[in-house]
């Protein structure tokens, strides 16, 4: 085995429970095996407080409790497949040849580092640096103990904002760099716009649609000349696939050079199977080829390769991609396909927004979970996102789980979730997406979204159903203002043959108003997901601006 975190020791503790006596060996170039690599942004900012407790193993426990031979500080650095022997590259510097029945690639993905002017330097190499291992954890840790009061964060993915919140919790000031024009892409534009909101909130600098260009001692210069202070830097534009060894070794690559493996994680030779994040996966939603760097997707992938070598008829199921970040004091969790991809991919797709409490709204402490759903149009669930303070994972997995299972809006709906006033509410959040779903289907409403704003027909009746007060704080330009539990009353004030385009502040007030007009025969739709939703595309459309 050639990897001994995630997938590869998944695939070794496997392996040992279902045959005593196989020989199992493990080679591990760093000096850590098995070890907690979600783990490590949080040890920098404290909240792990012993680094012990980041090493889940050592060579010795399992080769105590598992009967493994690990052997760290050893690196494969070639496979002779014909003869099926390793070259491994060892502690004291020689080279040692071992022989091998079945071979198991869990090389990992390497972290990206771009070509910037200075990182040549050996002065700007120490202040520099990636998150994948203990040893990268230690160095970043040193220089925050050792005094650092800045830091620069190139890339806004997840590990980028794990980073940005454990340094500004060790009170470093923290910019965020990204090139692309939004933070957290995995998730839709006006979905990541709370999430760089509460950034901002929490006083990190955020800085989009730049890159850097060159770093020194003291500051990292930016693509538009701009320079910004850092004492540390921490490169988290992304990850690729560590499959240098196996395209030497001759395997078919696939998608961005992920080692391409079939459903039981087998290469192209039948002896080497690969696992975790340097091979390539199917997406469950559009059943395209991808990479999808998770934790708990390559110990899966682990286990199932394991079954199916020694004799269980097991399989790698398609990839959802689900995903959860905290970022202070939001949570933002993905699962299945964005709008983005899926508009790329060309496929036909719905989408509702709604603004649910976490739990009853009368039970203290509820907040909003702010929840976009997107279906197919014959209903079939296609993916989720969800940003929100508290229950955002509870809602994520169970759409995920829907999707997994080839659930419809219909059977979200009819979900049977639990329920008591501290952790939910009578009808779910999750059950209210599947409604919302259903009555788009049949037709019972028609939606309107934040980014049709500036292309609503000339014509259009924009109408307000909140109160007059709320209506006076942030209308949109040309509304009119009926509030909804007003509007059979004066019907008499919309004209019947212009179309009517509603909203409130979340959507359901709206949504009630254009239940009643559409019986009396308006053309009207409610917009989805309100103010709320709006907000964010209003915010989306002046940042670009600038």
């Known amino acids: 085995m ?11 503790a496997r392996a040992r429970r279902l045959d005593e006596d196989a020989e199992i060996v493990v080679f591990e170039r760093d000096p850590y095996v098995s070890f907690a690599n979600c783990g490590l942004p949080y040890y920098v900012a404290g909240e792990i407080a012993r680094r012990e407790d980041l090493l889940l193993h050592t060579p010795e426990s399992l080769a105590a409790s598992l009967a493994l031979d690990v052997r760290v500080d050893h690196e494969v650095v070639a496979i002779d497949r014909s003869a099926r022997t390793l070259t491994v590259a060892t502690p004291d510097g020689s080279r040692a040849v071992e022989p091998y029945d079945v071979l198991v ?19 700007v190499a120490a202040r520099t640096h990636v998150l994948r291992n203990v040893p990268d954890v230690d160095a970043i840790s040193a220089l925050v103990e050792g005094g650092a009061a800045t830091a ?39 979905m990541a716009m709370t999430v760089q909101r509460e950034l901002e909130r929490a006083g990190v600098a955020v800085r989009l649609g730049v890159s850097a260009t060159a770093i020194d001692t003291t500051h990292v210069t930016l693509s538009d000349g701009s320079q910004v202070p850092a004492d540390l830097v921490v ?67 682990g286990r199932a390769a394991a079954d199916h070598l020694f004799g269980r008829d097991d399989h790698r199921p398609p990839a959802l991609g689900t995903a959860i970040v905290r970022v202070f004091d939001v949570t933002a969790a993905t699962t299945g396909a964005s709008e983005k991809i899926l508009t790329a991919q060309g496929v036909a797709h719905h989408k509702v927004y709604l603004h649910p409490n976490d739990h009853a709204g009368y039970y203290p402490g509820a907040a909003a979970i702010h929840l976009k759903l997107l279906f197919a149009p014959d209903g079939r669930v296609l993916g989720a996102q969800a940003v929100g303070k508290e229950g955002v994972d509870k809602r994520i997995d169970v759409i995920a789980t829907a999707i997994r299972a080839g659930m419809t809006v219909d059977d979200l709906a009819e979900l049977e979730l639990a329920y008591a006033p501290p952790f939910g509410s ?28 500036p292309a609503l027909p ?24 009926i509030p909804h539990t007003e509007i059979r009353q004066r019907l008499a004030e919309l004209p019947a043959d212009r179309p009517v385009f509603a909203y409130c502040a979340s959507g359901f007030r709206s949504y009630l108003a254009v239940r009643v007009l559409m019986q009396r025969g308006f053309t009207a739709a409610t917009l989805a997901g309100g103010m709320a939703t709006m907000r964010a595309w209003l915010e989306l459309e002046r940042e670009s601006a600038e």
């Open 2 to 12: 050639v990897g001994g975190v995630a997938g590869g020791m998944s695939f070794a």
């Open 105 to 123: 690639l869990s090389t990992g993905a390497a972290p990206i580092v771009p070509p910037i002017a200075g990182l040549d330097q050996p002065a």
């Open 152 to 190: 620069t964060i190139l890339g806004a993915g997840f590990i980028g904002l794990e980073m940005a919140e454990a340094l500004a919790h060790r009170g470093l000031a923290v910019t965020l760099v990204d090139l692309a024009d939004q933070v957290l892409s995995p998730l839709d534009p006006e």
């Open 235 to 301: 490169l988290a534009i992304g990850v690729r696939p560590e499959s240098d060894l196996a395209e030497r070794t001759g395997l078919e690559l696939g998608f961005r050079g992920a080692i391409r493996v079939d459903d039981h994680g087998r290469t192209s030779d039948d002896h080497i199977y690969a696992v975790g994040d340097s091979v390539e996966v199917t997406n469950a939603v559009t059943d395209q080829a991808g990479v999808v760097p998770l934790a708990g997707l390559a110990n899966r992938q």
């Open 426 to 453: 009578a009808k779910d959040a999750v059950n209210m997406a599947g409604f919302m779903g259903q009555n788009l289907l049949r037709g019972d409403v028609v939606f309107w979204y934040g980014q049709d704003l």
């Open 458 to 481: 000339a014509d259009a009746v924009l109408l307000d159903t909140r109160t007059p007060r709320e209506f006076a704080r942030d209308a949109l330009p040309g509304a009119v203002n």
